[in-house]
């Protein structure tokens, strides 16, 4: 197996593992466990970024820079929600 197909399974289970964190934490029903949670939460995000950046370094997670137009489309469509 390839090293871009590893890294791209652990960084696939690594924002897995982020969503049920958060989750967890949004959920959680006291102090002690959001805090728990919270922790594992910042870990897991840290790891993610962490994995995220060596593909990104290797070219392996290719970035698309958005048009101005679409930007300012969005950022328009978001004003006038508030």
Known sequence: MEDRVIMDNIL????????????GTIESSTPAVHSAFKMSLDECLAMQNEIY????DKGWYPQ???????????KQKFNSMQ
């Open 64 to 74: 698309e820079k958005a048009e101005q137009q679409k930007i300012d489309k969005a």
């Open 53 to 56: 950046t060596k593909m990104s």
């Open 12 to 23: 696939t289970a690594t924002k897995g593992a982020c969503d049920l964190l958060m989750h």
